[in-house]
């Protein structure tokens, strides 16, 4: 356990393992159902008992970039995770990236991310809580824009923040390798990404964040840098992707949108994925 001044309010840092209890490992056999990692396992179940033993709910952060008019179907898998460990009592945050997607996610890109205008972002940012709120309970969801402390940083802010993670250890993520491997230009700003989904965790003081298979390096960014900001490490929980009826697409189309899922109309999906919705 971290000893920072800047820990959870009303939580003392201590040497001394918390008891797990069976709501402990009822809580971990949740968060661990379906998954397809957890890390760090052993730091996740004494957050839950710490959380347990001073009735202090864990704070969970799921972000998403609107940068698209819908939230996809792809994202009910990660969403579904967020409202159950939402019902053990946690507290969910709904992160909206409107600063973020002004850069652009590389993960799994081969090649540069266009990034989107102001104008663009505002407008499908509008409907994504609306969406969300499907399948999370908006009564006990909080809702962020991680342009509130992305924006106020400037110039001499991002420049601290890049101090804070090195080169070497931004070209450990795969995309970026195989790029600069086969000679494919990779921007200065990409770089910017990975760190800004990182300073949200600080921002947040996440316990948990959660994302899917290819959001992995950027979670673990979000862990070294709370470090770096005297934190205590966000656990991180990674869910499986869609995957397509051939194993290999991802599944389904974009098109298809969990407000769709609503809608009486629009037959199952169930029979175009390889994998289960719970």
């Known amino acids: ?26 809580s971990l056999e949740v968060a661990l159902r379906s998954c397809d ?38 994202h009910t898998v990660v969403l579904n995770k967020l409202r159950q460990l939402q019902d053990l009592g946690h507290t969910v945050i709904f992160l909206i ?22 104008e663009q972002i505002e407008e499908n940012a509008r409907t994504y809580y609306a969406q969300a709120s499907l399948v999370l309970d908006p009564e006990r969801t909080e809702i962020r824009y991680n342009s509130e402390w992305c924006d106020p940083l400037g110039a001499r802010g991002m420049i601290e ?23 494919v230009s ?3 700003h990409e770089f910017l990404y990975p760190l800004m989904q990182g300073y949200d965790s600080v921002a947040l003081k996440a316990d948990l964040e959660l994302g899917g298979t290819d959001q992995k390096f950027n979670l673990l960014v979000g862990r070294e840098l709370q ?52």
């Open 186 to 188: 990779i921007s200065v």
């Open 1 to 26: 356990m971290s000893n920072a001044s800047n820990t959870e309010p009303g939580i003392k840092p201590s040497n001394k393992p918390y008891p797990v209890t069976e709501r402990v490992k009822h």
């Open 37 to 74: 990692e957890l890390l760090v396992q052993t730091e996740f179940v004494q957050k839950l008992a710490r959380s347990e033993a001073t009735g202090t709910p864990l704070r969970i952060k799921l972000g998403l970039d609107p940068t698209a008019p819908d939230i996809h179907l792809g």
């Open 161 to 183: 923040l890049a101090s804070r993670y090195t080169v070497a250890r931004m070209m450990e993520r795969e995309d970026f390798t195989q790029r600069f491997r086969n000679g």
């Open 227 to 278: 470090k770096e900001y005297g934190q205590e490490p966000q656990c991180i929980l990674t869910m499986p992707l869609l995957e397509g009826t051939d194993g290999v697409e991802k599944c389904p189309s974009p098109r298809v949108t969990i407000s769709g899922l609503a809608n009486p109309r629009i037959p199952c999906l169930a029979n175009s994925c390889q994998y289960p919705m719970c």
């Open 97 to 118: 990236g409107d600063f973020t997607s002004m850069i652009g996610d590389p993960s799994g890109r081969n090649t540069t991310r266009p990034p989107l205008t102001r």
